[in-house]
């Protein structure tokens, strides 16, 4: 009877896990995050043609400050995937100086929902003065999108780098960052804005940042569930094993 239960629930597992991944799979270029690799170009050619503007050219789906634009490939690497991430270079000292990228107003899936979740991941390096904090915002937001540019009324969610002068423990490599943001059942849309400062107070940080394998994902509530039931049900059997 035991090995009867055991095979169930590691079944019912695997079909909770085949399920999320196929609903992630069908949610776009990694998850709903328009042009997650930081590697397409469609909609506003030639703007984002290398040698026009920028030597790199620009991402798609990105409002970009005067700045930032495409990684090259001089000094290393600079990417993840295989040409391009998110390039943040900051040599401006005044308050107002920053760099940043910023996405375009995206729609979150299942509105009215209660127990939807924003799932996301990037990777970033930086180099820059230590002590000094890059960040992450995602901003969400209870109206739909009606532009490329998010509207309001908004709740942001900031993520911080660490205060090292170079990523990855000293060795300037990109580190995996993940988070989830619990959405309210009237959460429409959202974006993202990587900047070269830390969103608090005076914004003077220096240096540079590259975030690249962007994604955001929303898994359907009824995937969630059944990943939660199966989770129950090897808990107990392990408890009836031990009895």
């Known amino acids: 009877m035991m090995c009867n239960w055991w095979k169930f629930f590691c079944g019912l597992s695997a079909v909770a896990i085949i399920a999320m991944a196929s609903s992630t799979a069908s949610a776009g270029d ?5 042009n997650g690799d930081v590697e397409l170009e469609s909609r506003f050619a030639p703007h984002g043609t290398p040698g026009v503007d920028h030597p790199n050219g620009y991402p798609d789906s990105w409002h970009h400050s005067a700045n930032a634009a495409w990684s090259g490939v001089v000094g290393g690497p600079m990417s993840v ?3 391009h991430s998110l390039y943040l270079p900051d040599t401006n000292s005044s308050v107002d100086g920053d760099e940043e990228h910023r996405s375009f107003a995206t729609p979150l899936p299942a509105v009215g929902n209660s127990s939807r979740v924003l799932d996301l991941s990037w990777k970033w390096k930086w180099d820059k003065v230590a002590g000094d904090l890059f960040s992450a915002t995602v901003r969400i937001s209870k109206s739909p999108v009606v532009s490329l540019d998010l509207a309001g009324p908004i709740t942001d969610h900031v993520f911080l780098t660490d205060g090292s002068a170079l990523s990855g ?3 300037g490599d990109f580190e995996m960052f993940m988070a989830s943001i619990p959405l309210a059942p009237d959460d429409r849309s959202f ?4 900047v070269t400062g830390d969103e608090v107070g005076d914004r003077l940080e220096l240096g540079t940042m590259w ?3 962007i994604s955001g994902t929303v898994p359907e509530p009824a995937t969630m569930g059944l990943l ?4 129950l049900g090897l808990m107990m059997v392990s408890r009836r094993r031990r009895g």
Do not use: C, N, Y
């Open 30 to 34: 990694l998850g709903i995050v328009r």
């Open 81 to 83: 995937s295989p040409t």
């Open 169 to 171: 423990g000293g060795t």
């Open 191 to 194: 974006d993202m804005i990587f």
């Open 211 to 213: 975030v690249d394998d």
């Open 228 to 231: 939660g039931l199966a989770g």
